[in-house]
Structures are given as C-alpha cells and as structure tokens.
C-alpha cells in the first residue's frame, strides 16, 4: 500500500490527480504539500476527506524530510510549480524558485530520507513536466519525442526544463528512484482562469472580449486532465526507472479552433438551457447573439511557441496509455463543469488576479 506524497495538490492537475487517486485506490495513504500561492485552492479538494494537507513550500527542506519520514512516504508526485507563461514573462524570479531550486530541495529531502538515512527500498519520485521544454515545431516537424533535444523559450518552459535535468542527474549519480513525464496542455475541472481554456469560457459567460494572441494560428495538442492522471498512474505501476514518458491527447488543434468551439459550445448550451440567459445576462448568448463577436486579435505573447506535438509512442507500447476522451468530449463536459461551478470560479477572480488580468492585457493592447 503505498503512501504518496503529492506536491501543489490544491493546482488544477495536482487536485484532479487526489480525486483520481482517491477514486481509484482508496487505501493509499495521501499527504499533500501545497503553499497555496494564487493559482492553489483548498476548493479544489472540496468533498474528499481522506488526506493529509500540509500548507508549506517545496524548498523547505525539513518540512519535507520531516513529512516523507513521519508519514513513511515511498512515492512522490511532484506537481508544484509556478506554471503560467505570460506570469513567467513578466516576473521570472518565481519560476527560477519554484521550479528549479524547489524540485532540487525536494531532490535533496528524497535523497536525505530515502537514500542516506533510509534502507534504499524501493521509492519513487515522480516528475510532472511539460511538452514546452523541447521548443516551438514548425508546421511539417515531425512530433516531440522524448530523444528530442531539449530547446525551452519562455522563462517558464527554461525553469522546467532544468528541473527535469535535475531529476535526471540524481538518479544518474546518485541512484534515487525517478520517472518523469512531459505532457501537453491540459484542461479540465478546477483550472484556473487565466489558462486558455477557462478564461474563455468564462468571457463569453460575461461578455468580456476573448483575447487572441497572435493571429490565433499557435497549434497545441489538448488533454484532458483524467488522461493525463491515468498516464501519470500508468508510468508509477509500470514506468522504468530513470525513464521519461510523453503524454499527450491525440487533440493538435490551432487555438483558432479551440476559440471557435468554445464559442459554440457556449452558444449550444445556451440554447438548450432557457436558465443561463437569466444567470448570464452580460453574455451575448443571453440576447441570441453569436459568442464569436467576442473575439479580439491583440499583441502576440513575446516569445509565443508556435506549434507543440507529441509522439507518445513510447508510453502507449511500452505502458498501454490511450486517452479515452476526444477532445469534442472532454471539451463538453468541461465547458459543463464551469456551467455548474460558477461560485468556483467567481471567487477565484478576487482582486489580485484582476491586478494581474488588468496589468497583462493591458501591456498587450499598448503593442497592438
Ligand atoms: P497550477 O498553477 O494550477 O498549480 C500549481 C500548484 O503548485 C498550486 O496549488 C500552488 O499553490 C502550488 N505551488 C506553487 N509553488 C509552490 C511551492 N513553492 N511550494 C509548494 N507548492 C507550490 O498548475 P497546474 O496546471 O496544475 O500544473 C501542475 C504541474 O504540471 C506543473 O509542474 C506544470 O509545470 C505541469 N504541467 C502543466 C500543464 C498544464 O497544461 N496545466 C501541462 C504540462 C505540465
Ligand atoms: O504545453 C504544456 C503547457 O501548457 C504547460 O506546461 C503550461 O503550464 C500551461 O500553462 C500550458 O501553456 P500554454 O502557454 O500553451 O497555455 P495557455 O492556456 O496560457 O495558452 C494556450 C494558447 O492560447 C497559447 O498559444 C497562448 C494562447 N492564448 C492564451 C491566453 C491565456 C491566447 O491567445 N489568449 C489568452 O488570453
């Protein structure tokens, strides 16, 4: 029966990844480590009990030797971090903080309390990463695999791309246990609104301009957040140690596309449902108007990776992963999600991610 500790689950995939646990495997013991920073909140665990929840942060060292010992932890699921690319543009420090000394801190606490101190029995720390530290394709480069040199753009994607180099090097010299994964964008449940996904769902809900980057043509490859928690299930049941895997969703879409199903998806639903014209006043829905007269093309993010693939080869021959959701369906019952969770969402937006949505767009309206 292992006992997981899982680092930044109060974030958008580290609390669906409690849920899917708890679901699934309703013995393990869970303590979760979380500083709560803006993008983490204790809502997004609402409804499960059975874990263990520490506010403090990864690069405190003692807290972590002291919990992985007092809690006999075996497995790590690290998911903190600072994970927003237009924050990162405008304030790297935090990245180079969290992302990289704080998954070297954790490195050391595992290496401590499992290696140094401890009998060396089997343990795992597991990395969670992203598909943005091998760079930007061009249109007809074949997918990123995980041979694929790395080649990050954006303060963020460099942050993580040095921590996955830093898992890797202590289980080179040292030995510990690791398995990482590099995965696409995810969407789903509880992802905070300032993503892609969310924010325009809730723009066209409130009538506020829906603002493109670019001309709208950077291509990303979409995967709903249960995907990618069985992936990361798969890879701790059957992963080889030292190894990485890709995960992807089998979605590549231009986020042109993306923007036009979600302004449908608003505009169906609706249709269907006479009660969101009165909750959503301010939507153009509510007057029987198209959500795509929201959208705005505006200052391209400096820096915008322009295309993100995925091969994941290796994790569907070598583990069995297949993602279960097109992304027409993971899409729907996500856009559901955000329709029944509106109090969820309000009070994410309180005054400093207005501070911080005024600060970024505004700067974009000034290039435009
Ligand atoms: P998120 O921003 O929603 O959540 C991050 C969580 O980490 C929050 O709960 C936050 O409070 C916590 N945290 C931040 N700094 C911390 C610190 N110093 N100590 C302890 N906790 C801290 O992010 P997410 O979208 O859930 O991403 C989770 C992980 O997955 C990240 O490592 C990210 O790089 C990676 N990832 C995300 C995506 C995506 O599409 N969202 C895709 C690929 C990889
Ligand atoms: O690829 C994995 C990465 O996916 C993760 O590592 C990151 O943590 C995660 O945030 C995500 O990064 P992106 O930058 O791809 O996601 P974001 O939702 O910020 O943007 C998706 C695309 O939409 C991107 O091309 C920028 C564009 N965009 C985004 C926002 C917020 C807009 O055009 N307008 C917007 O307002």
């Known amino acids: 029966m292992p006992n997981l500790l899982i680092t930044g689950g109060a974030g958008f995939i580290g609390a669906n990844f409690v849920r899917y646990w708890n679901e699934k495997y309703p013995n393990d013991s869970l303590v979760i480590l979380d500083a709560l920073t803006y993008s983490g909140n204790m809502a997004n665990l609402s409804g499960l009990t059975d874990f263990s929840f520490f506010r403090g942060d990864i690069r405190d060292t003692s807290l972590v030797e002291r919990l992985l010992h007092d809690h006999e932890v075996d497995t790590i699921v690290h998911f903190a971090a600072e994970s927003h690319v237009d924050r990162s543009i405008n304030g790297p420090d935090a990245f180079i903080e969290t992302n990289l000394s704080g998954t070297h801190s954790l490195l050391k606490a595992a290496k401590s309390v499992w290696l140094d101190k401890g009998s060396g029995k089997p343990h795992r720390f597991h990395h969670i990463s992203t598909d943005e530290v091998y760079g930007s394709l061009g249109p007809n480069d074949p997918p990123f695999s995980e041979t694929t ?4 753009n954006s303060p963020y994607s460099a942050s993580k791309a040095g921590s996955d180099h830093i898992v890797r090097a202590y289980h080179h010299t040292f030995g510990l246990q690791t398995t990482t994964t590099n995965c696409s964008n995810n969407y789903g449940p509880y992802q905070f609104p300032e993503k892609l996904i969310p924010l325009f769902i809730i723009n066209c809900l409130t009538g506020k301009d829906l603002p493109i980057y670019g001309d709208g043509m950077n291509v990303r490859d979409w995967l709903h957040v249960e995907d990618h928690c ?7 049941e059957k992963g080889r140690i ?14 042109v ?6 302004c449908a998806g608003v505009d169906a639903a609706f249709e269907h449902d006479s009660q969101l014209g009165r909750r959503f006043p301010d939507a153009p829905a509510a007057r029987g108007k198209k959500s795509e007269f929201l959208k705005t093309h505006i200052a391209d993010r400096l820096g915008h990776d322009r295309r993100y693939a995925i091969d994941e080869r290796k994790i569907r021959e070598e583990l069995g992963y297949e993602p279960v959701r097109t992304f027409e369906q993971g899409f729907q019952e ?3 999600w955000y329709l029944a969770n509106e109090d969820w969402w309000r009070a994410t937006m309180d005054g400093s991610y207005l ?3 005024a600060s970024n767009y505004s700067e974009r309206a000034r290039r435009t």
């Open 149 to 152: 040199a790395y080649a990050p």
């Open 230 to 236: 069985r992936g990361i299930d798969l890879v701790l």
């Open 242 to 255: 030292g190894e990485t895997y890709n995960v992807g969703g089998g979605a590549e879409l231009p986020n």
């Open 257 to 262: 596309a993306v923007i036009d199903a979600i």
């Open 334 to 336: 996500t856009l559901g």
């Open 355 to 357: 501070k911080w949505m």
